[in-house]
């Protein structure tokens, strides 16, 4: 556990190091991409340019510039280029909303999946499991940003079920705080319903078959104990390892465009809308961000992986 | 459910049919079984693969039910028709009254869950006792079957066992409740010759021990030489013949059991050639001849065989023994004694030699 342990982070602290210079380069090539003509205003003379690249920095010898931004990111001192806040505080800020919504819907969308799945693969060839997998594929087919749209548009804005946008913080009114992530949950689960139920099914299909689940049978168990403890927990696995790199994913970015849709003012928000102004520095924290989080669930499904499959031995 | 009388039989089955409906059409895998167990019995039934064995063993455990399998037939045990049980009936019967081996260790024990956790589910479904307690009984059901350490080993999983001892692990979770009936399906198949015949002696002592009869499903002669009470012979669906070990080794009454009796690889004669075979294939399920269903093979057909002969006594003092074959039991002797001393099909091989 302790090499194990040891290893994870090496290799956390690798891939945000090769995130981070990737993301840095990139920004610096791209064209209009240049900083000091944004900041500078509408309509600025050449020195005022000048004198901003001067205190930024800008003039400085990319690698020098690059360690620079690096340093700030550890001390925390690191600042938007055009709002000027402090990149940090902004992360911190998305954080829980981002968290609220990542872990709602990763809960939501499993929670349905294995309900879907399991049904799905017991009547196997059935009505109820083309009808389901009709359903999944229209799901998988759905783009997030526009079913958030219509969503939000139908449910929201037209009928008013459901409150148009926004957040409201968990410590101020519980109820209200789930009441407004109802459909981002929905809209960011639906995709991942659709596969994962199918996956579900596949494996659960699979495993039926297999010996020790007849063995279960002519031990007497009734159906449900044979699907739950010996088929269900059998073909959780790969649904597991899947869940954990997506959860990872959604909290590092694969929520941008619910976010955005529905006006979260999470993490990934701050990271769409830095991208959209070629703002280097929260577009680097955020990217490093996401890249902590997926190499850190990563390391998190191993562990689960081992517990489920005793076969599987960490080292 | 009750202990029948002495003399009685714990389990009858009479003309089970089994079929599946597959995509080239229905295969009938058992036609016309008819067999009893008597208490503490063990009887062996031998056949080739698809003779139709394991799904007549399965079958009387629901194991075989699925949308495309179609059942004829009865089995009663103690009270119980089980072709007809209901779920819920037989669910009561299985590992409590009659419990299953399966013929591979290696995939018949999940290998998720610990193995004393396995044996425990099983003891808990069929009686109310507390995890202690029933904690208690699988360490001794596993000291039973001759595992060593049980008490450590009750919390090991499958994997970390070899396959003699998974299949041991199997015997102590079939015995788990103490069953009247033991199916054991091909249990030594998948294992190596000397585990094999531990396996074997100790399913043996435990018949001694718990008074369970045993179905003992197999395609080796050797293996039933050792234990069985009682052999049935199968053929492509049926039963050819039926009598007792020393019935069925010395006198063979029908020409496939002489053709599987004559195939067993002996170290006390000189070794031939080629190990001798019976020749031909066993029958497609889904096109098997008309009559006897071994006819084409054998090398005594005539033209009587194209009738389906009864399972039927047909040696005068010896009622248990029952073959499916229309020769006389006078030319049955002259026929299978082709060379002194030896059991086989040998007329056939000569005759195709000479051809």
């Not at chain 2, 049980?85 to 590992?95: H, K």
């Not at chain 2, 718990?210 to 009682?230: E, K, M, N, P, S």
């Not at chain 2, 006390?268 to 075979?277: G, H, I, S, V, Y």
């Not at chain 2, 073959?323 to 040998?346: A, F, N, S, Y």
Request: charged share 20%; aromatic share 8%; glycine share 8%.
């Amino acid at each position: 556990m302790g090499r194990f342990i040891v290893r994870r982070v090496a290799q956390m602290l690798f891939v945000m190091f090769a995130v981070s210079i990737l993301t840095f380069f990139i920004f610096n090539v791209i064209p209009n991409g240049d900083p000091a003509v944004r900041m500078a205003g509408k309509q600025p003379t050449e020195s005022q340019i000048e004198a901003i690249r001067e205190e930024w920095g800008f003039n400085d010898n990319i690698f020098v510039q690059y360690t620079t931004t690096m340093k700030k990111v550890f001390t925390g001192d690191l600042l938007s280029y055009t709002t000027q806040l402090p990149v940090d505080e902004e992360i911190i800020k998305g954080l829980p909303r981002t968290f609220a919504l990542a872990v709602g819907a990763a809960l939501l969308w499993m929670f349905v999946a294995i309900c879907f799945g399991l049904y799905s693969a017991v009547k196997a060839g059935k009505f109820a499991d083309r009808f389901l997998t009709i359903i999944a594929l229209i799901g998988i087919s759905m783009p997030v940003f526009w079913i958030g749209a219509l969503m939000n548009y139908y449910l929201g804005f037209k009928l008013g079920w459901f409150p148009n946008g926004g957040y409201v913080e968990f410590s101020e009114d519980p109820v209200d705080w789930a009441y407004h992530l109802i459909l981002p949950w929905t809209a960011l689960a639906i995709l991942f319903i659709g596969f994962y139920s199918r996956v579900l099914r596949s494996n659960v299909l699979d495993t039926i078959n297999e010996d020790f689940v007849r063995t279960a049978r002519a031990k007497g168990l009734g159906e449900r104990q044979i699907m739950v403890r010996h088929v269900l927990r059998n073909s959780m696995i790969p649904i597991v390892t899947l869940w954990g790199l997506d959860f990872g994913a959604v909290i590092g970015g694969g929520a941008i465009l619910t976010e955005t849709v529905f006006d979260l003012q999470g993490v990934g928000q701050y990271a769409a809308e830095a991208v959209g102004q070629l703002d280097v520095p929260p577009v680097l924290a955020t990217t490093m961000f996401a890249a902590f989080f997926i190499v850190l669930l990563n390391a998190i499904v191993d562990i689960v992986y081992a517990y489920l499959d005793p076969r599987i031995r960490l080292q | 459910m009750t202990t029948p009388p002495a003399g009685e039989p714990l389990l009858t089955v009479e003309e089970l049919r089994v079929s599946f409906a597959t995509e080239e059409g229905v295969v009938q895998a058992v036609e016309d079984v008819s067999f009893e167990l008597a208490p503490g019995e063990i009887l062996a039934i031998v056949g080739e693969s698809g003779s139709g064995k394991s799904v007549s063993a399965m079958t009387l455990m629901g194991l075989t039910r699925s949308p495309n399998a179609m059942f004829e037939g009865t089995a009663h045990y103690k009270g119980t028709e089980l072709i007809e049980a209901s779920e819920d009936q037989l669910r009561r019967v299985r590992g409590a009254e009659i419990a299953m081996i399966f013929q591979d260790p290696m995939t018949s024990l999940n290998p998720v869950m610990r193995i004393g956790a396995q044996i425990i589910e099983q003891i808990q479904e069929h009686e109310a006792l507390p995890d202690q307690q029933a904690r208690e009984r699988a360490v001794e059901l596993l000291e039973k079957v001759g595992i060593p350490r049980a008490r450590e080993r009750v919390d090991n999983y499958p994997f970390e066992f070899s396959g003699g001892m998974r299949q041991r692990v199997m015997i102590a979770l079939a015995l788990s409740c103490n069953p009247s009936v033991l199916i054991a399906d091909e249990p030594t198949t998948a294992l190596d010759v000397t585990i094999q015949a531990q396996i074997l002696q100790r399913m043996r002592e435990l018949r001694e021990e718990t008074g369970a009869a045993i179905i003992l499903v197999t395609h080796d002669l050797g293996v039933v030489a050792d234990i069985a009470d009682r052999i049935a012979v199968m053929y492509s669906g049926r039963i050819v013949e039926e009598g007792t070990l020393d019935q069925i080794f010395y006198d063979p009454q029908h020409p496939y059991t002489w053709g599987l009796l004559g195939s067993i690889a002996r170290v006390d004669r000189p070794r031939p050639e080629r190990l001798p075979a019976i020749a031909g294939m066993p029958p497609s399920l889904s096109d098997r001849p008309e009559g006897c269903h071994f006819r084409p093979r054998c090398p005594h057909e005539f033209s009587k065989c194209a009738e389906v002969p009864p399972l039927e006594a047909r040696l005068e003092d010896q009622a248990g023994h029952c073959d499916r074959c229309w020769l006389t039991p006078d030319e049955k002797r002259e026929k299978r004694e082709v060379r002194p001393g030896e059991i086989g099909l040998d007329a056939k091989s000569t005759s195709t030699e000479a051809a």
